[in-house]
């Protein structure tokens, strides 16, 4: 059994290095670019060893996967945590407020759109295949507001698995050239657009 080092459990010193990795990937991959960053730089930037580097990752995409995963996970899971108190909300109100958190989220940190909506793009088919997982699970979440809202009497009764998705391309464009801009846009100007963009699609006649 490992010991601890300096008071700290190897359980713990293995949780900092990982999470000192992926804040080393989120910095180098978007300001060098992740096909110009060497693992080299990676451990360096993190104050790590190559040889903890590959006990963590079997290589940088293995790493930028993960932070794909976790810039996704995160803005679900306070989207899906606002959604608990918002039952008894009317449609506009619950649509606004997940609307909001999710534009918060994402926009919170420049660096996390920029990774996940140009640097994740096209590296290699697992990615992708995750790019695609992420794509389906908004797109179901967007389909279940919509069918609320149908029930509700506020938008029409259809299918909304087509919309849905248009929906994610269109957020994931905007939130594309939200960290691309200079100067910088401001982030109530595209939580608004997306706002007006969701309301107008869903209760189009």
């Given at each position: ?158 299918s909304y698995r087509l919309t849905a998705i ?40």
């Amino acid at each position: 059994m490992a010991r601890a080092y300096g008071g700290i459990p190897p359980e713990q010193r293995k949780a900092e290095r990982r999470a000192k990795l992926l804040q080393a990937g989120l910095q180098l991959f978007t300001t060098n670019g992740f096909a110009a960053t060497r693992i080299s730089e990676l451990c360096t930037e993190a104050g790590v060893s190559t040889r903890n580097f590959y006990e963590e990752f079997a290589a940088k995409e293995d790493l930028l996967r993960d932070l794909h995963d976790l810039i996704n996970a995160t803005a679900f899971a306070q989207v899906r945590d606002t959604l608990a108190g918002l039952e008894s909300a009317d449609v506009a109100t619950r649509i606004t407020t997940l609307l909001d958190v999710f534009v918060r989220s994402v926009t919170a940190d420049p660096r996390a759109p920029h990774l996940n909506y140009v640097e994740a793009v096209g590296v290699n088919a697992e990615i992708e295949q995750q790019h695609v997982r992420w794509v389906n699970t908004w797109a179901d979440f967007i389909e279940s507001e919509a069918l609320r809202a149908a029930a509700a009497g506020v938008a029409p009764q259809r299918s909304y698995r087509l919309t849905a998705i248009a929906l994610v391309g269109a957020i994931t464009g905007l939130l594309r050239e939200w960290q691309a801009h200079r100067p910088p846009l401001a982030v109530d100007e595209i939580a608004a657009e997306i706002r007006e963009l969701m309301l107008a699609a869903i209760t189009r006649p």
